[in-house]
């Protein structure tokens, strides 16, 4: 399933529902699903009354280890939200990310992996806004 050169996976995942957090730390990720199941159980999203709901990506890539590789990079964020609201949510991400790593990869999984960049959405918002498309 993974993808040879440098081609970045862009890839969604809905990170507010979660699955037992130990079930998942102790599964072994040997698919791009189980990066993303395994990062579920380690989302904490801000409370409501720290920030307002917003929905964040971060790119990131592991090294063979499952531990993150270089620095992790925010990419998008609501643009109606303040910055109290974006510290708040960008702090949220890196603890997930610090609780989920070293990511527990098969051996087939860490070379598929490695070095890979992955778009990692992290949405929460009960709706998304009104897309600015237009019809013809």
């Known amino acids: 399933?993974?993808?040879?050169?440098?081609?970045?996976?862009?890839?969604?995942?809905?990170?507010?529902?979660?699955?037992?957090?130990?079930?998942?730390?102790?599964?072994?990720?040997?698919t791009i699903q189980d990066?993303?199941?395994?990062?579920?159980?380690?989302w904490r999203p801000p409370s409501p009354a720290k920030a307002r709901p917003l929905d964040i990506t971060v790119v990131v890539?592991?090294?063979?280890?499952?531990?993150?590789?270089?620095?992790?990079?925010?990419?998008?964020?609501?643009?109606?939200?303040?910055?109290?609201?974006?510290?708040?949510?960008?702090?949220?991400?890196?603890?997930?990310?610090?609780r989920c790593t070293p990511m527990p990869f098969t051996d087939a999984m860490a070379g598929a992996a490695a070095g890979r960049p992955f778009a990692i959405q992290f949405r929460n918002r009960k709706t998304s806004p009104p897309t600015q498309e237009r019809r013809a």
């Open 35 to 42: 990066i993303f199941r395994h990062l579920r159980t380690c």
């Open 61 to 98: 890539s592991f090294n063979r280890a499952g531990n993150i590789l270089g620095h992790p990079r925010i990419t998008y964020e609501s643009a109606e939200a303040s910055d109290n609201d974006r510290l708040q949510y960008r702090i949220a991400v890196m603890e997930a990310l610090q």
């Open 1 to 30: 399933m993974a993808r040879r050169g440098g081609k970045l996976l862009l890839i969604a995942a809905m990170l507010l529902l979660g699955v037992s957090s130990t079930a998942a730390q102790d599964a072994q990720v040997n």
